[in-house]
DNA sequence: ATCATTCTTTGAAAAGATTTCACGGAGACA
DNA sequence: TGTCTCCGTGAAATCTTTTCAAAGAATGAT
């Protein structure tokens, strides 16, 4: 019935030892012969016990790859992905990594968890590790960032329809010098969000007053409203490519004697809990994050029972919340 | 040389079979029998090969059970214990719990992870919680929270000392009537700041002026704070329990035309990333997040050699930052 | 109350996997 | 070239899990 080791010793040409040699990590056993077994294995579907117990052990392991939990956003994806995974039982990893970083010094530790999931937020994943994961089953999931150049799940919030909600709306306000804080340029939640509100006042018959990279920080933030702030002509309206920028940007301005939205109307994107605080209650686009997480967890669930690479992408519509900034 | 199941089963007065199956759960065996087997088993030191492995894998798991998410104080407080985590190659698992609950509905899926070590945070442990960690050979540590109804670790900031500091650097100032703004009552760290402030107070010549709760939370601070402010005579000082309250004492003064730290000085307790945003420049008492951290990691992995009921506490001092709202 | 049936528990034995052991061959070094 | 060491190997020994059959306890129907 069940495969055994026997008929993969077989079927492999080699001795049950050689087998159980190539099952257990450390032991002397020419690494082409280990290749070898373990490809027949995999044919047959044998697994030795010892890795059935470790599959069983960490079974319903999500990791998670948070990249930068200074932005309040991404504690609110952890703690609402944490809940959810609890309600279904699995356990949830955490590896934060420094902005900027990639993983791959990471890999190794990921891997040897042996996770069933692993969701990458505001990180960037290298085809390396895509191809790392592939190889061991490992189902993985982008939220909030898509990359082109490898092929995984993602799921994210509608940044370009977001971006043209921003644009459309400051335009329905009568602004005429409208700027653009942005992120990091090669992150895709910079580019779809900066394309979409391009985009919306091209369509406007304007076009972009300003423009600055702001790190998705509050210092870059703060820095590059400064800057705007402070030329000779200075925007009347800048939309923030997240919420921290957008609140650094009300702080620059009022630093500056100017007032929101009167002077400067400013718009943010993520909708953390800070921006309904009385001292900024910020314009922004909310995303939609129990919905991103739903998403998550069940193409996390249903990555249990459908092939592997197949590459889904989930976006999301985000919704404006009109407050006091704009 | 180690010990094998046919010793056990001879020690136990038992078949071979007897022992193997009271280390594979769910298999039908007389549980007084598999007590019995179990203890001569740990009494040889004896473990079955796939409990081993499970140990091999779940070795250098930690798991983190954090309350309050949404106080910036504890992303902060994860991102240091992740990083440290995974510089001394360790698994950091994550489950939150809303805040106030109790954790007795995870105990289940916590112990079925088999970490090596609990850290709670800003959660009550319960004294079966506690029960069923010493049980299992989980070292536990209490992070910025000392419950004296449990013998475990218990690292904190020495938040007694914090209070008197707010209050002498408030006195010092020239304050007279100082009010306080407390999180939730039954909590160590709302009761040692309280307790210093007051102390400090007393030295002082002084007395709280007014006092509320307002839960750690923005939006408790901010109605503490409001209705203290409202009053025929208001106070001149408040010193919050945290600093997300601090933060929301601010914004109701300077909703209701108050300027800090002229009519209102205001301290907080943490120093979050936005107690230094330019709308706060907030005055508040600096945990020291890496040493609390190094702190907890060095009594994860002493655990290891310590025998496991010791019950360690380190009190580290906070500093007071001097900003400008206060 | 009695008998049949089923379920649980158990050790013996079979089956499966890992570890040990002894051997053979490939390089290293004189 | 000889010897020594080290790696890889299968056979065998050892260890563990699983299966099997039997005994006993519990349940239920008559």
Redesign the pocket.
């Known amino acids: 019935m069940k495969p ?3 008929q993969v010793a077989h079927e492999a ?9 190539a ?2 990590p450390g ?5 082409a ?1 280990r290749q070898r077994i373990l490809q027949v294995a995999a044919q047959l579907g ?1 697994t ?4 059935r117990t470790a599959e069983m052990i960490s079974a319903g392991t999500v990791t998670l790859v948070a990249g930068d939990l200074a932005n309040p956003f991404y504690p609110l994806v952890l703690d609402t992905l944490a809940k959810a995974l609890q309600a279904v039982g699995r356990q949830l990893l955490v590896y934060t990594i420094a902005p900027g970083t990639d993983m791959d010094q990471l890999t190794p530790q990921i891997l040897a968890a042996r996770p069933n999931a692993l969701v990458v937020t505001s990180a960037r994943l290298t085809s390396d590790m895509a191809r790392a994961c592939r190889q061991h089953g490992i189902r993985v999931v982008l939220l909030n960032r898509i990359q082109s150049d490898v092929r995984v799940n993602a799921v994210a919030c509608d940044n370009h329809a977001g971006g043209r909600d921003a644009a459309t709306f400051l335009m329905a306000r009568g602004r005429r010098r409208i700027g653009f804080i942005g992120g990091i340029l090669d992150t895709s939640t910079h580019r779809d969000r900066a394309a979409g509100f391009r985009e919306a006042l091209q369509a406007g018959g304007q076009s972009l007053f300003a423009e600055a990279a702001g790190g998705y920080t509050y210092r870059g933030g703060y820095v590059a409203a400064q800057a705007m702030l402070t030329q000779k002509t200075r925007p009347d309206a800048v939309f923030c490519c997240n919420d921290i920028m957008a609140l650094a940007a009300i702080d620059a301005a009022r630093e500056l004697g100017l007032s929101t939205p009167d002077d400067l109307s400013v718009i943010g994107f993520d909708d953390i809990p800070m921006a309904k605080w009385t001292s900024y209650r910020l314009t922004t686009i909310r995303q939609p994050i129990t919905r991103m997480i739903n998403e998550v967890v069940n193409l996390i669930e249903a990555g249990a029972a459908v092939a592997i690479d197949d590459t889904a992408t989930s976006i999301l519509p985000g919704k404006l919340m009109v407050r006091g900034s704009a």
Chains 1, 2 share one sequence.
């Open positions: 055994t080791a026997k040409d080699v001795s049950i030892s050689a087998v159980s040699r099952f257990s032991s002397s056993i020419d690494p012969k044998y030795s016990p010892a890795r």
